[in-house]
């Protein structure tokens, strides 16, 4: 052996343990049941969050958004497909703001939440967040682009809102390109999936999420996230007995190589509303008010409050 051979492994052998001995932190979801279970968003990994239509992929996403961008000022960036940007940001300030999804669309406009508006638009103008609309893993140069884009902001971590997912067809080059970002740059990347089911709409049958796991095209993604609508596919009641009613069911499918069977529910609302104790303080009243004299009495006499919950 080469004095210079010697070197050069000796060097690579204090590189190598200096990296092992690197405490990796990962960016925290603010949400109990996934920082308990996957450890949040590791640098250099994808997550992917798979499901069918309207069960609450896209809300989640704003919600994480929100969460790093704006609360704790992590340098994020945004690519969009489907969805438009001013759309996008309509549901952030229907979010943050706790006002009702199904008035979004006239958020920016409204009279009735011009103060709320300003004030989200004022947390925004120091939030660094910065979003994009392109189909971006279909052209290299805007790939490059992105690369570029990222180093300049120093950006720590990326979502993707959403890549179709077909399970009919290999889609490899999409999550190819997603993951080429995640390892060159050493950030997390998070991507929504919308998944193609053959099995959709049958009433009263769940769909076969875990299809998705075996795909050999997802077997280098690190985090693999099931989402599904109870109600949309008419379940109302889980094998224990369990109200399924404004639910969404989230299975970890996939955990770091390993094919996980973890399930977990998380209230709509949680989704929906950045103070979700307050909204469903605000349900309660409303169900005095709408009750009447003896509701309003009985939910008094047996003191009933919302206790804070736990996802």
Known sequence: MHLKDYINME???KVLDKISRQVITPIETGIKYFDSTIGGYYPGEVTTICGEDCCCKTAFIIQQVCHIAIDQKIPTLVLLDYISERNFIS??????????????HDILVSKQYKELVEEFLSKLKDAPLYIMRASWYEDKKTLDGIEEFIDMKNIEIVFVDEVYLDLSRDVTTEFSSIGSIAIKKNIPVVVSCYIWNDREGIEGIRPWLTDISRRTYLHGLDVVIGFTNYEQNRIF?????FDLHDMIGVEILKYRG????????????YLYYRDYEKRKQQLLENIKKSGGEIVGNLIDKFKLTVEKDSV
Do not use: F
């Not at 943050?96 to 008035?103: A, D, K, Q, S, V």
């Not at 009641?237 to 007995?241: V, W």
């Not at 390993?258 to 609302?269: A, F, G, L, T, V």
């Open 258 to 269: 390993k094919i996980e069977k973890k399930s977990h529910y998380i209230p709509k609302d």
């Open 237 to 241: 009641m889980d094998d224990r007995g």
């Open 91 to 104: 549901s952030m300030i229907a979010y943050y703001c706790n006002i009702e999804p199904n008035n979004m």
């Open 11 to 13: 060097h690579i052998s």
